[in-house]
């Protein structure tokens, strides 16, 4: 039996198809030129375009692409796979991602340390509370007591951050969680709170509660900052960094010229 439907991947505007046999991987008729481009365009200003979401071996292909499509949502583009216990690009993950270019270019590596690489902090989701490490009861009560650990919507929109290092949320295995020497590999580790009843969450839950909240903690003070700045007047709003730079450097340039210094010449105007 072959069952089609069509899908639409949010903000590339590219149109795919999708057929599937069995449990067969799909295949995908989509131009690469076309989604390349898409996602080059939609990764230039994502909201959690600082963001890494770090999947340690995980058995289920289904988890891997329900993370991906979760990740679509909430404006995540870097997603790492550590030593999957199964092909994460199985027919069931491709299903379930709904058109994730994710699925194609996520990473996989053998180890915790290769994905945690070139991130400026981490942090490692577990419900253990061990005597040797700080287990933080949520990431709100985290973030305020580190509150540089994921830094503020300007900062992670400057695209200078981005290239310097990123953020990585490390999840563990479906059944049994991150090891206390992957834990001892994060900045830092945190719990998601849940009700008694139920405490333990799926992989793919977990990730979406956790994005959900950064996205909508940074929705929120866009919205703020964007309200402030309308109401500076643009005269009066700081120059960028690197303007001030390019005025320092030229002042400088001209005081030498003139023989004056830049200690003499402010001395001068002074």
């Not at 375009?49 to 071996?57: A, E």
């Not at 999840?171 to 849940?194: D, Q, V």
């Not at 959900?212 to 929705?219: P, S, Y």
Request: net charge neutral.
């Amino acid at each position: 039996m072959v069952t089609c439907w069509r899908a639409f991947v949010p903000r590339g505007h590219v149109h795919i198809a999708y057929t599937i046999r069995s449990c067969r991987k799909p295949k995908v008729s989509v131009t690469a030129a076309i989604a390349d481009t898409a996602v080059a365009a939609r990764q230039s200003n994502l909201m959690l375009q600082d963001v890494r979401v770090v999947l340690t071996s995980p058995k289920s292909p289904g988890n891997i692409g329900s993370v991906a499509r979760c990740a679509e949502n909430f404006e995540v583009s870097d997603l790492w796979v550590v030593d999957p216990r199964c092909d994460p690009r199985d027919g069931e993950a491709h299903m379930l991602a709904c058109g994730s270019p994710l699925m194609d270019t996520m990473t996989t590596v053998p180890t915790l340390q290769e994905a945690l690489a070139n991130t400026s902090a981490s942090i490692g989701f577990t419900r253990r509370v061990g005597n040797t490490r700080l287990v933080h009861a949520s990431l709100s009560q985290l973030l305020q007591a580190f509150p540089n650990t994921l830094p503020d919507l300007a900062t992670a929109r400057d695209s200078s951050w981005a290239s310097e290092g990123r953020v990585a949320l490390v999840f563990g295995r479906e059944e049994s969680g991150l090891t206390a020497n992957e834990l001892s590999l994060c900045t830092h580790s945190c719990s998601i709170l849940s009700g008694p009843v139920q405490p333990s969450l799926n992989l793919s839950h977990a990730v979406c509660v956790i994005l959900a909240q950064l996205f909508e903690q940074r929705t929120c003070n866009h919205d703020a900052d964007m309200a402030a700045a309308k109401q500076v007047p643009k005269q009066h709003q700081p120059a960028p960094r690197s303007d001030v730079e390019s005025l320092i450097n030229r002042w400088t340039e001209l005081t030498d010229a003139a023989g004056l210094g830049y200690v003499a010449a402010q001395q001068t105007l002074l």
